[in-house]
């Protein structure tokens, strides 16, 4: 039983851990639009593009509903350069099809990962194994594990950004959609590289202060349950 119950607690572990993901890459993408004005700012894409903010506000906050599944297509006026136009043209249409699927399957990802993660809390606790102290201590492996494995990873994929992020939508697109111009496309303007290198940090902050957060209470934790040992 010893042994089933610490295969539970790593599968309690790992889902937690994928929930913490892809909720950081939730509160990155959608939480705060004050951020993305910041990046229209910086990138100087109003003035390339010739947009107001409030125009480029309206853009991205219909796409992000679009992302979100709450919006059944992509079918965005605005005014670009003096003229008002449909922003996004059949191929970035196309392309963002792409982009659902998977934002909607990493959504789907957390709600089979929490799943997991509350049956074999659940199970571990109705067959009377130690989850006071199992589920500290794996949490406290796991996310201490990944954590370190996050950050290989990040200082690996900035020395050549360009690199993983292309590598990244070889993976999961299965065409070359995602190959933007930027003389016919505007989401590639409105969105260059840098702006993507941000949002990878921006998430990957969140994610590691989450990460962080929960190894801290599995420290705490264990530290309770040690001194009631003692006392």
Not at 51 to 63: F, G, K, L
Request: a negative charge; zero cysteines.
């Amino acid at each position: 039983m010893k042994i089933l119950h610490h295969v539970l607690g790593i599968a309690a572990s790992l889902a937690m851990i994928v929930v913490l993901l892809i909720s950081s890459f939730e509160i990155g993408a959608y939480s705060d639009f004050g951020w993305y004005e910041k990046e229209y700012a910086k990138y100087e894409v109003l003035d390339d593009l010739e947009m107001e903010m409030s125009d480029a506000m309206e853009v991205t906050r219909e796409m992000m509903e679009y992302l979100r599944g709450d919006r059944a297509d992509l079918v965005v006026h605005t005014i670009v350069d003096g003229e008002e136009r449909e922003f996004f043209n059949d191929r970035e249409k196309a392309h963002m099809v792409d982009v659902l699927n998977l934002f909607l399957g990493g959504l789907q990802l957390r709600r089979i990962s929490a799943v997991v993660l509350l049956t074999a809390v659940a199970v571990i606790i109705l067959t009377k194994g130690d989850w006071k102290k199992l589920i500290p201590k794996t949490f406290l492996i796991g996310t201490g594990t990944f954590i370190g494995i996050t950050a290989i990873f990040g200082m690996v994929a900035m020395t050549d950004f360009n690199k993983y992020f292309t590598l990244f939508h070889e993976i999961f697109f299965d065409n070359d959609l995602w190959i933007l111009n930027p003389r016919t496309d505007l989401l590639i303007r409105m969105l260059p590289e840098g702006f993507f290198l941000d949002m990878v940090i921006r998430i990957g902050i969140i994610f590691l202060l989450l990460m962080a957060a929960l190894l801290i209470l599995g420290i705490i934790a264990l530290i309770k349950q040690k001194n009631k040992k003692i006392l």
